[in-house]
Structures are given as C-alpha cells and as structure tokens.
C-alpha cells in the first residue's frame, strides 16, 4: 500500500478505521452522508478499492457503481421528497474517486457552474481537438 493511500481518509473511512455515517454498504462500495452538506442529505458514493480519478477505475467497478448510484438518487427522492439529485464527479476535494449526490429543490437557488463564450471559431478548435483523441 502506497503511503498516499495510507494517509487517504475515504480509505481510512472504508476500512471503519474513521467513523461516518452509513448508508449503504457492500464487498466494493459505502454510501455515507457528506459531513459537509451543500444541502441536507447531501451523500457520497465511494469504491473501497483506491484510485484518484474515475478514469483509473476498472470499466466493472464503473458500472457498478452508477448501477448503485442510481439506486441512491431514487432512494433520495423516495425519503427526502426532493425534486431531483444533482450528480457531481470532480474529484478534487480528497483524492480518492467518489460520486456526490445532492438532493435539489426548485428554487433553492444553488449557482450552477459559471460559463463562458467560444471566441471565433475556438469551438472548432476545441470539437476537432477531442474527436481526434477518441
Ligand atoms: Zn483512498
């Protein structure tokens, strides 16, 4: 074991070796409430098994684990009367894959990304940039 995994705290949780608040649990992944909501029952879905991004996952644990990440959105809607859960992979926050799932509410005025516009054709650019990489 790697010392990053080591001193990973999504690791340390999976393990029981830091306590969180269980939601769901099985041989591959835990389901537990963020202990810093950006709404109440703002929940994370991580694999037990340690990599950073959800690219480096194996193409069976990504199935996996949108097949459960699926089953907790309909679980959020049924249990906290949401309109919708907002899904969110970034990534960044603690470096250890994990899907957030936000129940949203219309009109709770949470601001979305910001945007911004393609300069002349930049988009072109960009589109051929990605498609050649495919
Ligand atoms: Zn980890």
């Known amino acids: 074991m790697s010392n990053k995994e080591k001193n990973c705290i999504f690791c340390k949780i999976?393990?029981?070796?830091?306590?969180?608040r269980k939601i769901f649990e099985n041989k591959?992944?835990?389901v537990l409430l963020d202990i810093k909501p950006v709404n109440h029952g703002h929940i994370l879905v991580i694999p037990?098994?340690?990599v950073v991004w959800m690219q480096e996952a194996d193409d069976k644990t990504i199935e996996d684990i949108f097949k459960l990440t699926k089953?907790?959105?309909l679980t959020?809607?049924?249990s906290l009367?949401?309109?919708y859960v907002q899904v969110s992979v970034v990534g960044n926050e603690v470096?250890?894959?994990h899907i957030h799932l936000i129940p949203r509410y219309k009109g709770d005025n949470f601001k979305n990304f910001p945007t911004m516009e393609y300069k002349e054709s930049e988009a072109d650019?960009?589109?051929n940039k990605i498609i050649k990489a495919i």
Do not use: A, R, T, Y
Not at 14 to 20: L, N, R, Y
């Open 28 to 30: 591959k992944f835990l």
């Open 81 to 83: 009367k949401c309109d």
């Open 125 to 127: 650019k960009v589109l």
């Open 71 to 73: 089953k907790m959105m």
């Open 48 to 50: 037990k098994k340690h």
């Open 76 to 78: 959020l809607k049924k």
């Open 14 to 20: 999976s393990k029981g070796e830091i306590p969180c």
């Open 95 to 97: 470096p250890h894959f």
